[in-house]
């Protein structure tokens, strides 16, 4: 697609539910990158994948979070037994690889509030 | 560890005048600097980027210098309008690196 797409953009959920979130990546793009930006502050590094693979998983918040990708293109970012300190805007981003010098395009986030 | 450390916000000014917003950088090879900017209701994008000592990144009236030998990229603009108000983010990305680190962002507010 034209840009990074991320879905939904806006989901209220309630504590203790499963919610999913997804990326498309720019088409052709190899990185995929999720960050997590809570109110008033800086962006959050999650996760990132190469192709299909994700090598690091350490900047997870914790084991309710989740992520894969499939076919190289599509991901889905998966918190479970959501509690309120979960609300953020979750920004997935792509870049065609992880070589430093390339720029990383974000999709809009998808706004999260656990109520 | 990488790290970005950017001026705390929020910067307000006038507009035309002129902006300077700091960010210094720690990181233990030769990384990319980028700055990004999000305005409001709108998700990041890039403004500008410098992936070498001494280059000079430049977008919309706004530059970046990448300086080594103080580690940083220190983003300027002449005049300032109050289109520009948004939150502007320092990044970095280190060699050999897979993620870009952000800095906690600066909110600038340009009056009329």
């Known amino acids: 697609g034209a840009g990074v797409s991320q879905s939904p953009s806006n989901k209220v959920t309630e504590k203790g539910k499963d919610v999913e979130l997804r990326c498309d990546p720019i088409?052709?793009?190899?990185?995929l990158y999720w960050y997590r930006q809570s109110l008033g502050q800086g962006l959050e590094f999650l996760i990132y994948?190469?192709?299909?693979?994700?090598?690091?998983k350490s900047g997870l918040p914790s084991d309710r979070f989740s992520a894969e990708r499939t076919g190289g293109s599509v991901s889905t970012l998966t918190i479970q037994r959501t509690q309120q300190e979960d609300s953020a805007v979750y920004l997935c981003?792509?870049?065609?690889?992880?070589?430093?010098?390339?720029?990383?395009?974000f999709g809009e986030g998808s706004w999260l509030t656990v109520v | 560890g990488n790290s970005v450390t950017q001026m705390e916000g929020p910067v307000t000014l006038s507009e035309e005048a002129f902006l300077t917003i700091n960010c210094t950088y720690t990181?233990?090879?030769?990384?990319?600097l980028f700055w990004y900017v999000q305005y409001p209701g709108e998700g990041l994008q890039l403004l500008l980027k410098?992936?070498?000592?001494?280059d000079k990144g430049s977008n919309k009236g706004f530059e970046a210098t990448y300086r080594k030998e103080t580690t940083s990229f220190h983003l300027e603009k002449g005049s300032v309008q109050v289109s520009d108000s948004a939150v502007y983010f320092c990044?970095?990305?280190?060699?050999?690196?897979?993620?870009?680190?952000f800095g906690a962002g600066t909110r600038l507010f340009v009056k009329a």
């Open positions: 990044a970095l990305k280190d060699t050999g690196g897979f993620k870009t680190i």
């Open positions: 088409s052709g793009h190899t990185a």
């Open positions: 990181a233990t090879g030769y990384p990319s």
């Open positions: 981003a792509s870049s065609l690889d992880v070589a430093s010098g390339n720029t990383i395009y």
């Open positions: 410098a992936t070498k000592a001494d």
């Open positions: 994948f190469q192709g299909n693979s994700a090598p690091d």
